[in-house]
């Protein structure tokens, strides 16, 4: 049985010595602090292990699992998923950050949506070295399966979602498709919403060379996942126009956005 009043953070971490002090931090910053932290090493070749076993010694929370081999970010989650002891569990990527209450909004939010199964928020944006943008990206207070397929504004690192159903539907280990949007999908295809706080509660580290950033990749890696979660053809087709006109158009251009921000402050 599950210890129900907590939340289990899962961190994959790959390489990520340059950004993973600052993502654990916020972490242990948190107004709401019934959590574990458990970090998923996926083999790491830099000072990864090293700067987590130092916050392992220094807080009881935090956790560290080493994979064996690089197993992929999706094995890392899910295996993190496996290993946690709360029924509440979060996502933060090593290189991302969270404004301080951001576990207290959703377990807040928790509290008033008890059937709910997977919370998100907003997301603000900073550059590789941290420096802040003005953009944020706003999110509606609801969002269903059929939301979704059309446009994924539930971003994985400002999840709260509960274990057991994130267990029925893991990540799937598969390329060229996006992971967390597959379990979001499966998750929503028996509940009626995702609830969103539209407030930038994530803080995103913008990358020149995340897999996002090239918007051909992106929209094969949608249809990809279309197909990996047995959408009808036709609902395919029809969402897939859709996600091409607002992503690809405008929410495809957040990062040039961000950037254009970040620049402008920097003048």
């Not at 790959?14 to 600052?22: F, G, L, R, S």
Request: aromatic share 8%; net charge positive; charged share 25%.
């Amino acid at each position: 049985m599950k210890n129900l009043t907590g939340v289990s953070i899962i961190m994959p971490a790959y390489n990520a010595e340059k950004t993973i002090t600052h993502s654990i931090d916020s972490v242990l910053k948190q107004t709401y602090s019934s959590f574990e932290l458990i970090v998923v090493n996926d083999a790491s070749r830099d000072r990864t292990v090293e700067i987590v076993n130092e916050y392992v010694l220094s807080d009881h929370r935090v956790k560290l699992l080493d994979n064996e081999e690089n197993c992929g970010v999706s094995a890392s989650r899910n295996r993190g998923v496996q290993a946690a002891q709360y029924e509440w569990i979060a996502f933060l990527d090593s290189d991302d950050c969270w404004v301080e209450n951001k576990l207290e909004k959703q377990v807040e939010l928790i509290a008033l949506h008890p059937n709910c199964s997977l919370f998100f928020t907003g997301t603000g944006y900073m550059d590789e070295d941290g420096k802040l943008s003005a953009y944020t990206l706003h999110v509606p207070q609801t969002v269903t399966y059929r939301d979704i397929l059309k446009q994924n504004v539930v971003s994985c690192s400002s999840v709260l979602a509960k274990r057991s159903a994130l267990l029925a539907h893991p990540m799937p280990q598969k390329q060229m498709l996006h992971e967390d949007m597959a379990t979001w999908l499966e998750i929503l295809k028996t509940d009626q919403v995702a609830m969103g706080i539209d407030e930038p509660l994530l803080l995103y580290r913008i990358s020149r060379n995340s897999k996002s950033g090239n918007k051909l990749k992106a929209a094969k890696m949608q249809w990809r996942t279309y197909r990996h979660c047995k959408v009808p053809l036709h609902v395919s087709v029809v969402s897939f126009a859709i996600y091409a006109v607002r992503n690809i158009k405008k929410y495809g251009s957040i990062k040039k956005q961000a950037w254009q921000a970040l620049s402008k402050e920097a003048e």
